[in-house]
């Protein structure tokens, strides 16, 4: 039976674990923001700070469709939930088409009183790295040859995200040097050695974490600037230097509240 609610971890969809579970609600959640703020002079009010994004929660509740007197069975049910939602992985709801949100803790259930039948059980999915939801497929924009020149990007979502940059040295000639730059960030490398045909990566994993590599090389210590490259929502111009021409390919996956 297919649901109307389904909720999936890694590609897996939960009621397709065992078909007496059955979703009762799904909750996306909301981004948890921190606001500092300092009193302002003059005996009311407040100024803000600043403002962080702290973490992202969502949670399933499932009920287990096995008579209660089956203690036995309704545990077997339970635990395989419980398998199903072991693992921190991407996580995908069926009424957010194209979204998705990596959850780097999963806290499981209490099976309480499991002759209980009426009882619903809730798994909660935390995102600490990057507490969004995100685009499951990046925008992405491609200049087939170029070594000084700017290219637009969308930022699809309604916060700041992150941009990857991949560059193919196509001179044939060692790069030592590439700049890039966008809404008031920039990342300067220098010392690259990046040969003929060989790929510059500026990218970010699941953790949400900056990345650097030149071929199969870790370039990260090769870099100064702004602590990453971070995109507006809406359009966003990307600046780019290099010693010589190559191919760029600029990406952002969108983010949401």
């Not at 948890?32 to 992202?56: D, F, N, P, Q, Y």
């Not at 009882?119 to 909660?124: G, Q, S, T, Y």
């Not at 210590?221 to 190559?246: C, H, I, Q, W």
Request: hydrophobic share 40%.
């Amino acid at each position: 039976m297919i649901l109307s609610r389904r909720i999936a971890l890694g590609g897996v969809q939960l009621d397709e674990a065992d078909e007496r579970i059955i979703i009762r609600s799904i909750d996306p959640g909301i981004p948890e923001e921190e606001v500092s703020t300092v009193e302002m002079i003059g005996g009311a009010g407040k100024r803000i700070l600043r403002k962080h994004w702290e973490t992202l929660e969502a949670r399933v509740r499932f009920a287990i469709n096995v008579p209660k007197r089956e203690l036995e069975l309704r545990r077997e049910v339970f635990e395989t939930a419980c398998d199903w939602a072991r693992n921190p992985g991407w996580v995908t709801v069926n009424f957010m088409p194209g979204r998705r949100m990596y959850a780097d803790y999963v806290q499981l259930p209490n099976s309480g009183d499991l002759w209980n039948w009426t009882e619903d059980f809730e798994i909660r999915f935390v995102a600490h790295n990057v507490p969004f939801w995100q685009d499951e497929t990046a925008q992405q924009a491609t200049v087939n040859l170029i070594s000084s020149g700017s290219v637009g990007i969308e930022n699809a979502g309604d916060v700041e995200s992150v941009l990857d940059v991949t560059f193919v040295n196509r001179s044939g000639k060692t790069i030592n040097s590439v700049a890039v730059g966008v809404n008031g960030h920039s990342i300067t490398l220098t010392d690259l050695a990046l040969g003929g045909s060989e790929t510059l990566r500026i990218y970010h994993g699941e953790d949400g974490l900056l990345r650097i590599r030149a071929g199969s090389r870790n370039v990260y210590g090769k870099y100064t600037g702004s602590d990453d490259l971070y995109t507006a929502p809406g359009p966003n111009t990307v600046t780019f230097e290099a010693e010589r021409a190559g191919k760029l390919t600029v990406a952002c996956a969108g983010r949401y509240v």
